[in-house]
């Protein structure tokens, strides 16, 4: 008995070892140590550090950003260093690393830079540094746009970030296929039906081109979530989540006629075929290849999509701005402010344990000074969230890009909601999506799937129907 | 201390024949010694898996307000999960690659690979032997990467397939869990043919000869001498190749990702993802709990299925 006993004991332990590492690692996450970076904060009381992402190929035009304004910050600021850390990471995993970071003073850096869906848990979370005060006595926040600053600003007024680059998100229409299509150029749809009847003009009249394109797959991930079905949602009367109860709205008749609009472009064949849009590579396969071909009608995208046919783009098309146009996407009956669009962007942020909370606040103005925040957003293709730089002929006229257009739609945009378990949720938007467009469920049935599983993972408690 | 010491020395004898145990300075010397040890185990082996189970029962998350203010939410994580469809999928693909690429594929094919090679010459045992250990001495981040050059759209294997006029498939969409199947044999498989390797060295050959005069053939002696007399090392190694299985991550995560859809996602995938990409730790902790449950209850399953003592 005894020896079956520690066999038993010997037993456990064993499968511990083994599986030690699974369980260890949130727990060594949690003990408030991410382990790396032991090499960033703590320095000298002289030394600012500003952590930010870098992945993929370059050109870093963040990198060269942050260094051109720390050059510009040092010279003012004798005797100061800004040290930069780039985080080698994807983005999701950037997100978790900085959250790991600035969960321990040794490895905090002192500026950050926060993506504005995550930046409010963030700041609940306790990680980042309230600058109410300090934009109040900062004269070039004047210059930012409402609707920008409210992306990083919290439901109870606290400002977490100065957002320095955004997006938006509109309709790509084929001018040459409009015309073949008797369809008016330029294009200026009023309501959901203008859209849907400008998709069927060419299928009629166009045959051979992909009527109307948007991301519907669970592989294309955040895109299909924000380029197609927020786009959607947020032009009926209804939202992804009310502000006042704070709770997820899992039904109501604005999801369920978004989802309503996709099943007419899938069922009625106005979109693309579902091998091509089912997979990770959709995205390439519209803007590097269907698109230059000029074998799409309508395309709902984000402002960047140009960015792929400059010359030092992926798929280099100089008349690229010619022959697609950018125009505005109506809400669904054309119901007031007309028109709507999505936005991301991000910010820069204090880290709440930085010891040089002052110098990082300086460093920020600096890099978000016009002139710093003009160079990134141009070469980056970003939109400003600074209204001096919008009306500067230098950042509207930038070849290649549709900035003027694009900017004005942050009149009428709207931001995620800020909220942690947007990612969980946002992922069931997609399974919604791809079941509706792929015929194996009904937008009823899509529904109801996504309010019981939205249930499971953020309490019952936490969502409501309209 | 002084009361203990009372309380062993009139009896020295009595201890020491019952237990085995030496009451006095060696017993303290030894602990002594042991100390280092014990501090190390507790402090990095003990306490992570106390938390674990602490954390397991938590809201705990890497941003947003539940990070700040951790609460105790008692088995909300296990009802949820145990009411979420991915994680039953999940825990079924966890069985399904831990059946075919540990317990049939490891271990037949290890034992395999030791009984062919016991009877041949030196020269083609060191050969093959290499040949083997080569998947086993591979980094498994690198294993990865091989097989992702071989299994993808434009890799090794569809070209040697369209020397036969066979048409390109995409492997790690088209049959993912396959894929990462063949790949953790191809990097596993060594450690289970060493094991058996020693184990059948121990085989009596006095046994198998008198079984051979016996008129047992090739088959009769594997499974009425051999297999019986290595059960052990039998029971040990599914214990072990079954516990690395059951927690391998890289593999899976840098060949598909868990993906596509949730075709490849095994458990420590979900958790991962939980964990790290939906910001949940202590739902990830949960599901982590899970799986060493999952460990240990295999492990026994070996046990009684062989009827072996430990």
């Not at chain 1, 669970?218 to 704070?246: C, I, S, V």
């Amino acid at each position: 008995m005894a020896k079956r006993l520690i066999g038993a004991v010997s037993g456990i332990a064993l499968a511990g070892l083994v599986l030690g590492g699974c369980g260890a690692t949130p727990a060594s996450g949690a003990g408030g140590n991410g382990g790396a970076h032991s090499s960033s904060g703590g320095g000298s009381s002289n030394t600012i550090t500003v952590a930010y992402q870098q992945f993929g190929k370059p050109p870093y035009f963040n990198e060269e950003w942050l260094q051109q304004s720390a050059k510009a910050f040092e010279k003012n600021h004798p005797g100061v260093t800004v040290k930069l850390e780039p985080i080698e990471a994807s983005e999701n995993d950037f997100y978790t690393k900085i959250d790991l970071m600035m969960k321990s003073a040794s490895t905090a850096p002192d500026v950050v830079t926060e993506d504005t869906f995550l930046i409010n848990a963030d700041g609940s979370a306790g990680y980042l540094q309230p600058l109410n005060d300090d934009v109040k006595n900062w004269s070039d926040w004047s210059q930012f746009s409402d609707a920008m600053k409210s992306g990083s600003t919290s439901n109870d007024g606290t400002i977490y970030g100065v957002p320095y680059s955004t997006d938006t998100r509109g309709l790509y229409y084929d001018v040459n296929i409009f015309k073949k299509a008797g369809l008016p150029v330029p294009w200026n749809p009023k309501n959901w039906n203008d859209v849907v009847n400008a998709a069927k003009a060419i299928k009629a009249k166009v045959p051979g081109v992909i009527p109307f394109f948007c991301q519907v797959g669970k592989a294309t991930g955040e895109a299909t979530t924000m380029q197609t079905f927020e786009m959607l949602l947020y032009g009926t009367n209804d939202t992804l989540y009310d502000t006042k109860t704070n709770k997820w709205i899992v039904q109501s008749p604005g999801f369920l006629d978004s989802l309503k609009f996709i099943q007419t472009i899938y069922s009625q064949n106005l979109g693309p075929s579902l091998s091509t849009v089912l997979n990770a590579q959709a995205g390439n396969t519209e803007v590097q290849e269907l698109m230059p071909k000029q074998q799409i009608g309508i395309a709902i995208d984000g402002n960047w999509l140009p960015g792929n046919w400059l010359s030092n783009g992926a798929s280099p098309w100089p008349d690229g701005t010619k022959d697609y146009q950018l125009t505005a996407m109506p809400t669904e009956n054309g119901q007031a402010p007309g028109y709507t669009s999505m936005s991301g962007g991000w910010a820069l942020s204090i880290s709440k344990l930085s010891k040089n909370q002052k110098l990082a606040w300086a460093f920020i103005q600096t890099a978000c000074n016009k002139q710093n925040m003009e160079w990134y957003d141009i070469n980056q293709g970003n939109l400003t969230p600074r209204n001096d730089i919008a009306s500067d002929p230098k950042y509207q006229n930038a070849p290649g890009q549709f900035f003027k257009e694009a900017t004005s739609f942050t009149k009428f945009t709207h931001f995620r909601p800020a909220n942690s378990q947007y990612p969980s949720v946002s992922t069931q938007i997609q399974t919604a999506v791809e079941s509706v467009a792929t015929g194996a469920s009904t937008p009823e049935q899509a529904m109801q799937q996504y309010a019981n599983n939205v249930q499971r993972i953020v309490g019952a408690g936490n969502t409501e129907t309209k | 201390m002084s009361n203990a010491s009372v309380d062993v020395v009139p009896q020295p004898s009595k201890l020491k024949s019952k237990r085995g145990f030496r009451a006095g300075h060696t017993g303290w010397r030894a602990a002594l010694f042991m100390l280092p040890s014990w501090v190390l185990l507790l402090v990095f082996f003990f306490v992570p898996i106390l938390l674990t189970f602490y954390f397991a029962f938590t809201n705990l998350s890497l941003t947003g307000a539940s990070s700040a203010a951790t609460q105790f939410v008692g088995f909300r994580n296990f009802a949820s999960m145990f009411a979420d469809p991915t994680f039953r999928i999940s825990v079924f693909k966890t069985i399904i690659f831990l059946i075919f690429s540990a317990v049939i594929g490891q271990q037949i094919l290890g034992l395999l690979l030791a009984i062919l090679m016991n009877e041949r010459n030196r020269a083609f045992r060191s050969v093959i032997g290499v040949l083997v250990l080569a998947g086993w001495v591979t980094p498994e981040i690198v294993v990865a990467f091989i097989f992702f050059a071989f299994f993808s759209n434009t890799g090794t294997f569809d070209m040697i397939l369209g020397w036969f006029h066979i048409k390109a498939i995409a492997w790690l969409y088209t049959f993912p869990m396959v894929s990462v199947v063949v790949a953790n044999i191809w990097h596993g498989t060594a450690f289970s043919m060493l094991v058996y390797q020693a184990a059948l060295g121990d085989v009596p050959k006095e046994i198998l000869e008198s079984a051979e005069i016996d008129g047992a053939g090739r088959f009769q002696r594997l499974f009425r001498v051999t297999l019986p007399v290595i059960k052990g090392s039998i029971a040990t190694n599914m214990v072990l190749i079954t516990l690395q299985t059951l927690g391998l991550f890289t593999l899976i995560y840098s060949l598909t990702g868990g993906g596509p859809g949730n075709k490849t996602e095994t458990l420590p995938i979900y958790m991962y993802q939980q964990a790290f990409s939906d910001y949940q730790l202590g739902y990830g902790t949960a599901i982590s709990l899970i799986l060493l449950i999952i460990g240990i209850i295999a492990s026994f399953v070996y046990m009684r299925m062989l009827k072996i003592e430990m």
